[in-house]
Antibody, heavy 117, light 107 residues
Framework: QVQLKESGPGLVQPSETLSLTCTVS????????VSWVRQPSGKGPEWMGR???????AYNSALKSRLSISRDTSKNQVFLKMNSLQTDDTGTYYC???????????WGQGVMVTVSS | DIQMTQTPSSMPASLGERVTISCRAS??????LNWYQQKPDGTIKPLIY???NLQSGVPSRFSGSGSGTDYSLTISSLEPEDFAMYYC?????????FGGGTKLELK
């Protein structure tokens, strides 16, 4: 069955870089796009960016200067790197599959990231 | 960016009650509107896509409607497992954006 699982450090120092990995199973990264979505505590989710099935990427303009999404299809993994982290980047980070453009039909369990010294 | 406003932000309701959650976009989104449910443990589940299409496996007590800038999610008869957070999301234009959420609480 389709599964996505995020992994990465739970604590990041301010001004440092966040690196997260999304490991997928049950589908091919060359057939579906994968997005990263984050959610500050008590707020609505925010779409961050996506890796298209063809390897192209798209980013939320609000994060574009700090964000990079890549993948390794041989390992079924999608990566997120975001630099210059600040305290308001604290939240839960999810990877999601888009069953069709713009519709997230499967979600990972999420990984909590705290930005603090 | 398109802003999505959900009302109410919280809604006390009883088992068996019919409830409707509203979502308004800051501009027309041509029915490109999805709904998701989030449980307290953070698990997010898709419910409805393209305004009114039920995701496979979602009970038929859930339904969606709307057009233009105004959309709604209706639960016809609340079950215990329906008490959760609900979010709308537009995908008419990038960046795709979510509403602030509606918390459905047991009265």
């Amino acid at each position: 069955q389709v599964q996505l699982k995020e992994s990465g450090p739970g604590l990041v120092q301010p001004s440092e870089t966040l690196s997260l990995t999304c490991t997928v199973s049950g589908f091919s990264l060359t057939s579906y796009s994968v997005s990263w979505v984050r959610q500050p505590s008590g707020k609505g989710p925010e779409w961050m960016g996506r890796m298209w099935y063809d390897g192209d990427t798209a980013y939320n303009s609000a994060l574009k200067s700090r964000l990079s999404i890549s993948r390794d299809t041989s390992k079924n993994q999608v990566f997120l790197k975001m630099n210059s982290l600040q305290t308001d980047d604290t939240g839960t980070y999810y990877c999601t599959r888009a069953g069709s453009p713009g519709y997230f039909d499967y979600w990972g369990q999420g990984v909590m990231v705290t930005v603090s010294s | 960016d398109i802003q999505m406003t959900q009302t109410p932000s919280s809604m006390p309701a009883s088992l068996g009650e019919r409830v409707t959650i509203s979502c308004r976009a800051s501009q027309g989104i041509s029915n490109y509107l999805n709904w998701y449910q989030q449980k307290p443990d953070g698990t997010i589940k898709p419910l409805i896509y393209y305004t009114s299409n039920l995701q496979s496996g979602v009970p038929s007590r859930f339904s969606g409607s709307g057009s233009g800038t105004d959309y709604s999610l209706t639960i016809s008869s609340l079950e215990p497992e329906d008490f959760a957070m609900y979010y709308c999301q537009q995908y008419d234009s990038s960046p795709w954006t979510f509403g602030g959420g509606t918390k459905l609480e047991l009265k």
